[in-house]
């Protein structure tokens, strides 16, 4: 079988706090139904990847206070395929966890590291286009990483500067920034040179094991014994040694400070679900270019280019606005632009300090 050493690791842990007040501590983003499909975020990620990769291969990794929300979407995962952060530390940790407890059960293994948090036009497309992804790793000891052509100056997202030529689709990468000014943005679009960073990631554990020191300090055995590690022995380790390690995103480790990455500019239709902009953009808009999530039932009047998520079965009315965001859920209802992606954060982070945690 051509996916017998492929693996995948949904990467689920987060908090979500740009899509607040809808995504919550206690129950983020990942874990809710965004577009009223029936099916959570995670659901919709399992569901693409479960095509190509079998359930037994793919794994979790989520916060230890997730795992029976995990257990209660996905229920035909095994409970040991739910790895479990103790200490929330963004996906660079979280990744080399899950990518060491792969390579002793599969020493030839190649791994996907996939957000829980994307929306994919082609599945089709995004299957043939991995399956490739797979076949490089597998034959070379360097990381893979996806991006999408960068079509607008979208300061959300990340920007991966194109070097050498492998192939028709696959270069060396030359550079990579994190969410640039809308000038650099703009620079960066206008030369062609650049795309988008979807967050997908594929290796082989050969060339993530050379890493995970760089990744978890400490975290491997002082002895560094060959013999596998009992599932209560790595729990163990994890717990001891995980809060201790640094709070590094999987994409600045990879793309801002690995040598061997390349990247693979694919076609099967991204956008990343982090922040209401984004959300607003894949949305489904009227005439005036107001977008409502889910079945709320919204009535506009001299409004427009408006995002509105309300409760199921609730009703507004909304007048003179232009580029809001109206969002409620539970306690807190959020009125503001929507054009800052980091706003909502900058909003949750005060109201945790003047209103308290119940509301966050």
């Avoid at 995504?23 to 693409?48: E, M, V, W």
């Avoid at 409620?328 to 992606?341: E, G, H, R, S």
Wanted: hydrophobic share 40%; glycine share 6%; proline share 5%.
């Amino acid at each position: 079988m051509e996916n017998y050493n492929n693996y995948c690791i949904i990467m689920a842990g987060g908090i979500g706090k740009r899509l607040w007040p809808c995504s919550r501590k206690a129950k983020p983003k990942q874990f809710l139904d965004f577009f009223g499909t029936g099916r959570t975020l995670l659901q919709q990620t399992y569901d693409r990847v479960s095509r190509f990769i079998p359930t037994s291969h793919i794994y979790i990794s989520t916060f230890a206070e997730y795992t029976d929300l995990v257990s209660e979407q996905l229920p035909m995962l095994p409970v040991s395929n739910i790895l479990t952060e103790p200490v929330q530390l963004s996906t660079a940790p979280a990744a080399a966890h899950a990518s060491a407890h792969i390579a002793v059960r599969d020493a030839d293994a190649a791994v996907m590291a996939v957000p829980a948090d994307q929306y994919i036009v082609d599945t089709e497309l995004y299957e043939q286009e991995l399956r490739d992804a797979f076949r490089y790793v597998h034959d070379h000891d360097e990381f893979l990483a996806i991006g999408v052509r960068a079509t607008e100056p979208n300061t959300g997202y990340g920007y991966i500067q194109r070097g050498e030529e492998i192939s028709a689709n696959l270069c060396r990468v030359k550079s990579f920034t994190e969410k640039p000014n809308a000038e650099y943005a703009r620079m960066f679009v206008d030369s062609g040179e650049f795309l988008w960073n979807t967050g997908l990631f594929l290796w082989n554990v050969r060339t993530m094991n050379k890493h995970i020191k760089t990744l978890i300090p400490t975290m491997g055995r002082q002895d560094d014994a060959d013999t596998p590690l009992t599932p209560q022995e790595e729990l163990d380790i994890i717990v001891r040694h995980y809060p201790s390690t640094t709070h590094n995103s999987l994409d600045l480790t990879i793309l801002g400070n690995s040598q061997n990455v390349v990247v693979r500019e694919c076609t099967f239709g991204w956008a990343d679900i982090g922040c209401w902009p984004e959300l607003y953009q894949v949305e489904d808009k009227d005439a005036d270019g107001n977008a409502v999530i889910c079945d709320s039932r919204v009535m506009f009047s001299a409004s427009r280019n408006n995002l509105v998520r309300l409760p199921s079965g609730t009703a507004a009315v909304i007048r003179g606005l232009d580029g809001y965001l109206v969002a409620a859920c539970d306690n807190v209802l959020v009125i503001c632009p929507n054009d800052d992606p980091a706003l909502v954060r900058r909003l949750v982070n005060e109201a945790q300090m003047q209103l308290g945690d119940d509301f966050v």
